[in-house]
């Protein structure tokens, strides 16, 4: 059965740092492209971060530019998402995306709260 498994999130104070996991099983996720998105409380779910296949390009929100790192380690069918000078507007469930053509998986989210 496929699935993305996101772990690593929690509790921040403002300035702080997370990273978060995303672990793919089921399917081959190197041929796959990997993003994150993000839904605060109340608003749309949102594009964070993404990386394409073997690394080759990588875009991110301009919200988090500058701040995110959104890697992948393909040995371990894993993606990161290094998270830093976090503020509260960052307050969100995360979730990992999987593509690739017309087939795609949703991880089921990780909560993270920034907060003094």
């Not at 690593?8 to 300035?15: D, M, R, S, V, Y």
């Not at 099983?25 to 964070?48: C, D, H, I, L, Q």
């Not at 301009?62 to 993606?79: N, P």
């Not at 000078?85 to 960052?90: F, H, V």
Request: aromatic share 12%; with cysteine; proline share 2%.
């Amino acid at each position: 059965q496929a699935q993305l498994v996101e772990s690593g999130g929690g509790l921040a104070q403002p300035g702080g740092s997370l990273t978060l996991s995303c672990a793919a099983s089921g399917f081959t996720s190197a041929n796959y492209a990997m993003s994150w998105y993000r839904r605060a409380p109340g608003k749309e779910r949102e594009f964070v971060a993404y990386i394409g296949i073997a690394g080759d390009y990588k875009t991110y929100a301009e919200s988090v530019k500058g701040r995110f790192t959104l890697s992948r380690e393909d040995a371990k069918s894993t993606s990161y998402l290094q998270m830093n000078s976090l503020n509260i507007e960052d307050t969100a469930v995360y979730y990992c995306y999987a593509t690739l053509g017309g087939s795609s998986y949703w991880g089921q989210g990780t909560q993270v709260t920034v907060s003094s």
